[in-house]
C-alpha cells in the first residue's frame, strides 16, 4: 500500500513537474512565434514587392505600346503629343522599375499579355477618331489606377518601393491631367 501511494505521489510530481516545464516551453515557443512572424511579414512585404514590380512593369509596357500607336495614328495633335509624352516618361520609369527589379532579384516580363496585345492590335485597326476617344479614355481610367497603386506603394516598408512611388507618383498626377485636358478637346 505505502509503496502504491509512494509510487502516486511519484507520479504526480512527474506530471507536475512535465506540464511546468511545458508551460516554460510555451512561453520561450512565444519568442519563436514571434519570429515567426518576423519571416513571415518579411515573405509578405518581399511578395508585395515582386506584384507591384511586375504590375508596374506590365502596365508600363502597355502604356508605352500605346502611346507609340498613337504618336502613329493619331491626327489630332494633342493626342500626338500626349502619346509622346508617355513614351519618353515611361521609358525613363522602366529604367527605374529595371533597377528596382535587378536589385529584388526580379525579371520583368519582356512582352505584353496575350490580353494586352489584343487590346494593342484592335485599336490599331480602329478608325482615327475612335481610336483617339478611346485612348484618350483609356488614359485616364489607367492613370487613376496607378495613382492608387503608387499612392499605397508610397507606404512600402521596401525603401526603394517607397521612394520609387514617390519619385513616379507626382509625373502619373501631370500626366492623367493632361490626359483630362487632351480628352476635352476631343470632338464627340
Known amino acids: 500500500m505505502k509503496n502504491s501511494i509512494l509510487s ?8 507536475v513537474f512535465e506540464s ?3 508551460k516554460d516551453q510555451r512561453a520561450g515557443t512565444n519568442v519563436v512565434d514571434t519570429s515567426r512572424i518576423d519571416g513571415r511579414q518579411k515573405l509578405e512585404n518581399e511578395i508585395q514587392t515582386a506584384i507591384f514590380i511586375e504590375t508596374v512593369a506590365s502596365r508600363e509596357m502597355l502604356k508605352v505600346t500605346l502611346g507609340k500607336l498613337a504618336v502613329e495614328k493619331a491626327e489630332n495633335s494633342g493626342v500626338k503629343s500626349f502619346g509622346n509624352l508617355v513614351v519618353r516618361d515611361h521609358k525613363k520609369m522602366n529604367d527605374a522599375l529595371k533597377v528596382l527589379a535587378i536589385a529584388n532579384g526580379l525579371k520583368l516580363p519582356i512582352s505584353l499579355s496575350k490580353n494586352d496585345l489584343k487590346q494593342v492590335q484592335e485599336m490599331s485597326n ?8 478611346l485612348y484618350m479614355k483609356m488614359m485616364i481610367e489607367d492613370y487613376n489606377k496607378d495613382i492608387e497603386l503608387f499612392g499605397g506603394a508610397k507606404n512600402s516598408p521596401d525603401t526603394a518601393v517607397s521612394n520609387f512611388a514617390r519619385k513616379f507618383l507626382p509625373v502619373l498626377e501631370i500626366h ?10 476631343l470632338t464627340l
Open 176 to 185: 492623367r491631367e493632361n490626359a483630362v485636358k487632351v480628352r476635352s478637346g
Open 126 to 133: 480602329m478608325k482615327t477618331i475612335y481610336f483617339e476617344k
Open 8 to 15: 502516486l505521489v511519484f507520479f504526480l510530481c512527474v506530471v
Open 20 to 22: 511546468c516545464q511545458q
